[in-house]
């Protein structure tokens, strides 16, 4: 699906920020053509996530749909296209749930803004939703791999023996309902990262308004000490927890993307700041575009290490944000 030969624009989270998205297409050097956005030489690979929180979510797909439809784009599954797939696909019996996504107040709030977009085109949304089991999980370049959250060597070989295109179906969405079951891992650990909960029952609720018993961890430190060394989220955590030292068993179960792996880029994690290299083969594109961040992008041409020169974004805007 990726053509080695091919330059490539990656493109982080864009939750709804049409606008915003146009603006960064332009500075890329893509054009409008017959209505659909493209460039000469370069194709956009968008790392999921389009979906949810932004103003202008149904305009945000089309652009990346009609991007991908006519050639000019890829784009990968993030957890939010997952949980939309999820919240329309009754669970399996015997799970508990009525829905593979629970209609629980916190998930509503999160898929909310995207329902009352398209509660005027409701066909449009069911096209959409098909649209998404087409989305593939994740993708290997070869020379660079493209994950939402996080690449699991392990996970993405049993995933792809079952399902070469990388691309899931019905019965996987409602197998991801079931809490242990290889669906649920897949999903978990692809679209969401790796997580440890936090020591002594405790909980914290974070700059979104949500309470949490764990923490998003790094899946690439080579020897991690503390709590402190692992966590990789907007929110620090207390110091008092930062410190807590590492188990020997908490250590040798942490995930672990080498440095010597071929360059990786992901999105998912709510960066700030200005885009950087986190390592010279790992980059996270996400910063926090519908908080008022950056939609960012990375310009990957044939180079083995990421370049911290190549990353290209656009601050968004307040009006964008209000809609």
């Known amino acids: 699906m990726l053509d080695p030969a091919r330059s490539f624009d990656l493109i982080g989270d864009v939750h709804g920020c049409a606008h915003t998205l ?14 659909v956005w493209c460039h000469a030489s370069r194709q956009a690979l ?15 797909l089309h652009i990346v749909h009609d991007m991908v439809a006519a050639g000019h784009a890829l784009c990968i599954m993030g ?12 669970a399996p019996p015997g799970s508990g749930k009525a829905f593979v996504h629970e209609h629980t107040p916190r998930h509503q709030r999160l898929i909310q803004a995207t329902l009352d977009q398209f509660e005027h ?41 079952q399902y070469p295109d990388a691309c899931i179906d019905a019965p996987f969405v409602q197998q991801a309902a079931v809490k ?21 029952g405790l909980t914290l609720t974070g700059g979104d308004g949500l309470t949490r018993a764990f923490f998003r961890t790094k899946f690439w430190e080579d020897d991690p ?14 110091d008092q927890v930062a410190s807590v030292a590492l188990s020997d068993s908490q250590k040798s179960a942490l995930l672990r993307y080498g440095p010597d792996e071929p360059m990786l880029f992901v999105g998912h994690y709510w960066r700030s700041g200005n885009p950087m290299t986190i ?45």
């Open 22 to 35: 146009e603006h960064l297409l332009d500075m890329l050097g893509y054009r409008k053509q017959a209505g």
């Open 46 to 60: 968008f790392l999921g996530d389009i979906i949810d929180r932004g103003p202008r979510i149904r305009e945000a």
């Open 79 to 90: 957890n939010h296209e997952f949980n939309a797939l999820g919240w329309t696909t009754p």
């Open 121 to 161: 085109y409701p066909g449009d949304w069911q096209d959409f939703l098909g649209w998404f089991h087409e989305l593939p999980m994740c993708m290997d370049g070869g020379r660079f791999r493209v994950v939402h959250a996080c690449w699991d060597h392990a996970l993405i070989a049993r995933f792809m023996e």
């Open 180 to 200: 242990g079951s290889f669906a649920n891992s897949v999903f978990d650990r692809l679209l969401r990262g790796t997580d440890m909960r936090l020591p002594d």
């Open 225 to 238: 000490q503390t709590y402190g060394d692992i966590v990789f989220q907007p929110d620090a955590l207390p």
């Open 279 to 323: 390592r010279p083969n790992l980059a996270c594109l996400d910063y926090s575009a519908v908080l008022y961040g950056k939609l960012v992008a990375y310009r990957l041409d044939h180079e083995t290490e990421v370049d911290p020169q190549k990353f290209v974004w656009v601050d968004v805007q307040r009006p964008e944000a209000q809609g």
